[in-house]
C-alpha cells in the first residue's frame, strides 16, 4: 500500500501548477494525431497523383514515397488504393459542396433571388471545371470512381450508340 502526506499532495499539486500540461492532460491523444497527420498526407499526395497520372497511372509505392510513409500506413488507414481513391474523392466532392454553398451564401447575402444564387453556385463550379487544375482533378476522380466500381465511362457508352439514338442525323 502507498501512504500519501498531506504535505506529498500539496507538493504535488504545486508541481502540477507550474508544469504545462501534457498531451493526455489535455485530452489529446498524440497517436490520433498522428494518424490525422498521416491520412493528410497520403490524402494530398494521392489527390495530385491522381490529378497528374489518373487513378491507373498512380502507384501505391509512388504515393506512399511522396508522403514520407510506409506502404503498411496506407493499408492501415484506408484498406487499398481504392479506399484511398474514395477518400480522395469524397475530400473533392465536400470541397465542391463547401464551394457551392459558399458562393450562393455569398450572393443570399447580397440581396440575390434563391434562383440567382443557385445559379451563382452552378456558375463556380462550372468555373472550377474550366480551370485546368480543377477540370484534371475531377475528370481523373469521375474516371477513377467508375473504374473503381467498374462501370464504364460515359464516351465509352456513347460510342457504341448509334448517331440516330443520340439525337445526331
Not at 490524402?43 to 489518373?54: D, E
Not at 470512381?145 to 439514338?165: L, Y
Amino acid at each position: 500500500l502507498m501512504r500519501h502526506t498531506t504535505t506529498g499532495a500539496k507538493e504535488s499539486a504545486q508541481s502540477s501548477a507550474t508544469r504545462p500540461a501534457s498531451s493526455t492532460q489535455l485530452g489529446l491523444d498524440g497517436r490520433k494525431e498522428n494518424a490525422a497527420s498521416t491520412q493528410a498526407k497520403l490524402r494530398a499526395v494521392a489527390r495530385t497523383l491522381f490529378g497528374k497520372l489518373g487513378y491507373d497511372g498512380t502507384a501505391l509505392t509512388t504515393i506512399c514515397s511522396e508522403a514520407g510513409v510506409t506502404t503498411g500506413a496506407l493499408y492501415h488507414h484506408f484498406g487499398d488504393k481504392k479506399g484511398l481513391f474514395a477518400a480522395v474523392a469524397e475530400e473533392l466532392d465536400g470541397q465542391l459542396v463547401q464551394l457551392a454553398h459558399h458562393v450562393s451564401s455569398q450572393a443570399l447575402l447580397r440581396g440575390a433571388s434563391p434562383w440567382d444564387a443557385f445559379l451563382a453556385s452552378v456558375d463556380a463550379l462550372l468555373a472550377t471545371g474550366i480551370d485546368p487544375a480543377g477540370r484534371n482533378q475531377i475528370a481523373h476522380a469521375q474516371a477513377g470512381r467508375q473504374r473503381v466500381a467498374g462501370t464504364s465511362r460515359i464516351s465509352d457508352h456513347e460510342s457504341k450508340v448509334e448517331p440516330a439514338q443520340r439525337g445526331e442525323h
